[in-house]
């Protein structure tokens, strides 16, 4: 081989570990690997803020590490597509998708896809398209997913440089527990994966994680110290709702903000579930107020309501009170204990103290996930009552003070019909 040979095929081979693509000639990867919008440059990858496309780390398989490679092996019909962003591992699944004629989700996906021909500069990117193909999909939750972390650091008053970057910062940090690793707090990245099919989907969690589950699924490897969120399109569970791209999107800001705020200065241990589902409640109806999602306890019933007017349903609510007092809801710690009334109240509740601004959020979840001996992340009090004494600090409420305080919000801003 000549000289020049050899550099030419440097060349390629620093190209293709750029990418995180096999070193292999182009022909080689398959051609639904082979993104049309970036063609796998390591520049147009680099502008879009991507790490890699596969292979990458993703989870465990009992203690073992598992890569992308993994899945894809056994899921070998499926044609996973994978994107690694900075704080994020998503493999998806999903379909072309039909941008309907409604107005506000016409306005909605322009909006987004103006987003990503911007921050990209991606020639062919189109903002009016009609079709979200497979690949542009992929695009927009890996900047959905990016898009709600950096929010949800501006809520929790902190950046990225306030965490622990490895093990020697971290035993560096005496005086103030900031979590394990950079993430905020948790040693690694967030895992997604979106399938279109529930049989995919469950032919994952079988293999995977050794269980099969009827909705969505968060799970924790422990050992690789990352946080995951499952679930599919078409899961009979959701009664079809996944499949409008809308619906998928505020399903999976509802699922990110559960993982962020479990993982926010490390996953040591359960919130109470109003401080964990009215958040998710409340940035998921962000997107659309007409499709919710519920989190519910292992093997229990998918709870079924398609009343979205919550602000109505909270007026309605308040005039029977037929729902739990705050001084019992603030103590649950299943989230079988709470019914339909119980997430519309604790989403409005939620309401009332983002309304107060970010700064007191940021210190109630600080403090509230704070309950650990800063030298050994070992948790020390009662939960319940460490977050009630988050409350006080942040809010300046106590249980009885946020119901009172609450009421008179809700008659004061919400419709009457």
Same mark, same amino acid.
């Given at each position: 081989?000549?000289?020049?040979?050899?550099?030419?095929?440097?060349?390629?081979?620093?190209?293709?570990?750029?990418?995180?693509?096999?070193?292999?000639? #182009?022909?080689? &990867?398959? $051609?639904?690997?082979?993104?049309?919008?970036?063609?796998?440059?390591?520049?147009?990858?680099?502008?879009?803020?991507?790490?890699?496309?596969?292979?990458?780390?993703?989870?465990?398989?009992?203690?073992?590490?598992?890569?992308?490679?993994?899945? =894809? *092996?056994?899921?070998?019909?499926?044609?996973?597509?994978?994107?690694?962003?900075? !704080?994020?591992?998503?493999?998806?699944?999903?379909?072309? /998708?039909?941008?309907?004629?409604?107005? #506000?989700?016409?306005?909605?996906?322009?909006?987004?896809?103006?987003?990503?021909?911007?921050?990209?500069?991606?020639?062919?990117?189109?903002?009016?398209?009609?079709?979200?193909?497979? +690949?542009?999909?992929?695009?927009?939750?890996?900047?959905?997913?990016?898009? !709600?972390?950096?929010?949800?650091?501006? /809520?929790?008053?902190?950046?990225?440089?306030?965490?622990?970057?490895?093990?020697?910062?971290?035993?560096?940090? *005496?005086?103030?527990?900031?979590?394990?690793?950079?993430?905020?707090?948790?040693?690694?990245?967030?895992?997604?994966?979106?399938?279109?099919?529930?049989?995919?989907?469950?032919?994952?969690?079988?293999?995977?994680?050794?269980?099969?589950?009827?909705?969505?699924?968060? /799970?924790?490897?422990?050992?690789?110290?990352?946080?995951?969120?499952?679930?599919?399109?078409?899961?009979?569970?959701?009664?079809?709702?996944?499949?409008?791209?809308?619906?998928?999107?505020?399903? &999976?800001?509802?699922?990110?903000?559960? %993982?962020?705020?479990?993982?926010?200065?490390?996953?040591?241990?359960?919130?109470? &579930? +109003?401080?964990?589902?009215?958040?998710?409640? +409340?940035?998921?109806?962000?997107?659309?107020?007409?499709? %919710?999602?519920?989190?519910?306890?292992?093997?229990?019933?998918?709870?079924?309501?398609?009343? +979205? $007017? /919550?602000?109505?349903?909270?007026?309605?609510?308040?005039? %029977?009170?037929?729902?739990?007092?705050?001084?019992?809801?603030?103590?649950?710690?299943?989230?079988?204990?709470? =019914?339909?009334?119980?997430?519309?109240?604790?989403?409005?509740?939620?309401?009332?103290?983002?309304?107060?601004?970010?700064?007191?959020?940021?210190?109630?979840?600080?403090?509230?996930?704070?309950?650990?001996?800063?030298?050994?992340?070992?948790? $020390?009090? #009662? &939960?319940?009552?460490?977050?009630?004494?988050?409350?006080?600090?942040?809010?300046?409420?106590?249980?009885?003070?946020?119901?009172? $305080?609450?009421?008179?919000?809700?008659?004061? %801003?919400?419709?009457?019909?």
């Amino acid at each position: 081989m000549t000289a020049p040979a050899i550099r030419t095929l440097g060349v390629l081979l620093t190209l293709l570990a750029a990418t995180g693509l096999p070193a292999q000639k #182009d022909r080689d &990867v398959p $051609r639904f690997r082979i993104d049309p919008y970036t063609r796998n440059e390591p520049k147009a990858l680099e502008k879009l803020g991507y790490v890699s496309y596969a292979p990458i780390p993703f989870g465990q398989r009992g203690t073992k590490a598992v890569t992308s490679e993994d899945i =894809d *092996t056994h899921l070998d019909y499926a044609e996973i597509l994978w994107i690694e962003t900075a !704080h994020f591992r998503l493999g998806t699944t999903l379909d072309n /998708w039909a941008v309907p004629l409604d107005p #506000d989700t016409k306005a909605k996906i322009r909006d987004e896809l103006t987003r990503l021909k911007e921050r990209s500069g991606l020639s062919k990117v189109n903002p009016k398209t009609r079709v979200l193909d497979r +690949w542009l999909r992929a695009h927009l939750f890996a900047q959905r997913l990016e898009e !709600h972390y950096a929010e949800m650091l501006t /809520w929790f008053g902190m950046t990225d440089a306030d965490f622990p970057a490895d093990a020697e910062a971290r035993a560096k940090m *005496t005086g103030r527990y900031a979590g394990e690793g950079p993430y905020l707090g948790q040693k690694d990245k967030y895992l997604f994966l979106l399938f279109e099919r529930n049989t995919t989907y469950q032919d994952y969690l079988q293999s995977f994680i050794g269980r099969r589950t009827a909705g969505g699924q968060q /799970w924790n490897f422990k050992d690789v110290d990352s946080l995951l969120y499952a679930c599919a399109a078409d899961n009979p569970e959701e009664d079809g709702r996944l499949k409008d791209d809308s619906a998928l999107h505020g399903h &999976v800001v509802h699922a990110l903000t559960h %993982n962020l705020i479990n993982g926010f200065l490390h996953y040591n241990y359960d919130l109470p &579930v +109003w401080m964990r589902e009215g958040p998710a409640h +409340w940035f998921e109806r962000r997107i659309s107020p007409r499709f %919710n999602s519920f989190t519910r306890s292992e093997g229990a019933a998918m709870l079924e309501n398609r009343q +979205w $007017r /919550w602000e109505l349903e909270t007026r309605k609510l308040l005039g %029977n009170d037929k729902f739990a007092p705050f001084t019992e809801l603030m103590s649950w710690r299943d989230f079988g204990q709470m =019914d339909f009334p119980d997430h519309v109240m604790a989403w409005s509740r939620w309401d009332y103290l983002m309304s107060l601004g970010k700064e007191p959020f940021g210190v109630l979840m600080q403090k509230a996930k704070s309950l650990v001996d800063p030298m050994t992340g070992v948790m $020390r009090g #009662d &939960v319940v009552e460490g977050c009630r004494e988050a409350l006080r600090e942040a809010y300046q409420l106590s249980p009885l003070t946020l119901d009172e $305080r609450w009421k008179e919000w809700v008659l004061e %801003n919400y419709p009457t019909r």
